[in-house]
T-cell receptor
Framework: GQNIDQPTEMTATEGAIVQINCTYQ??????LFWYQQHAGEAPTFLSY????GLEEKGRFSSFLSRSKGYSYLLLKELQMKDSASYLC??????????FGAGTTVTVRA | GAVVSQHPSWVICKSGTSVKIECRSL??????MFWYRQFPKQSLMLMAT?????????EQGVEKDKFLINHASLTLSTLTVTSAHPEDSSFYIC???????????FGPGTRLTVT
């Protein structure tokens, strides 16, 4: 089975940094995705990690440690528009995505 | 590139009727399409996987006779919710995968409300 855990909610101030952790235990691993989802909309792709290490893409960075079953998404210089749900998802050998429950990030002025 | 559309974006239907949702890959051929369901404040749950020209594979607990999936071409998959009930009200999202890429491209979702 697949077990993917991430915090339910996080709150941060505009301009700050927030780190969303994700731990996983899955049968088969072909990479980990982070998606952003605004209410009532479909998820949008943020990052994909398949090798250990840090991937940086502008204000967003994602880290993966396969041996620890752990990833984090780092959001820097937070903006109000970053208020959304962030989904951690693992892709298994059969190309299926298993999603965590999502972390709702609220950015306050 | 890699755009996926869904139609309709929202639909309201009466209990007992059937609703068809279309998922199209607009600028690529989708070898595999996936259908997800998302209830309020919950994450996406995979319902089924469909490959062009073959029967869909349903996840455990998803009734294949209730949620009919047809993947007639490399750019179109349809999900028909038959004999809809209020508990089927949800946000239905499709995604498509091209070739050997792991990435899935998501459609904008369809909000179904059954009254």
């Amino acid at each position: 089975g697949q077990n993917i855990d991430q915090p339910t909610e996080m709150t941060a101030t505009e301009g700050a940094i927030v780190q969303i952790n994700c731990t996983y235990q899955t049968s088969g691993f072909n990479g980990l995705f982070w998606y952003q989802q605004h209410a009532g909309e479909a998820p949008t792709f943020l990052s994909y990690n398949v090798l250990d290490g840090l991937e940086e893409k502008g204000r967003f960075s994602s880290f993966l440690s396969r041996s620890k079953g752990y990833s984090y998404l780092l959001l820097k210089e937070l903006q109000m528009k970053d208020s959304a749900s962030y989904l951690c998802a693992v892709i298994s050998n059969d190309y299926k995505l298993s999603f965590g429950a999502g972390t709702t990030v609220t950015v306050r002025a | 590139g890699a755009v996926v559309s869904q139609h309709p974006s929202w639909v309201i239907c009466k209990s007992g009727t059937s609703v068809k949702i279309e998922c199209r890959s607009l600028d690529f051929q989708a070898t595999t399409m996936f259908w997800y369901r998302q209830f309020p404040k919950q994450s996406l749950m995979l319902m089924a996987t469909s490959n062009e020209g073959s029967k869909a594979t349903y996840e455990q607990g998803v009734e294949k006779d209730k949620f009919l999936i047809n993947h007639a071409s490399l750019t179109l998959s349809t999900l028909t919710v038959t004999s809809a009930h209020p508990e089927d009200s949800s946000f239905y999202i499709c995604s498509a995968r091209a070739g050997v890429d792991y990435e899935q491209y998501f459609g904008p979702g369809t909000r179904l409300t059954v009254t």
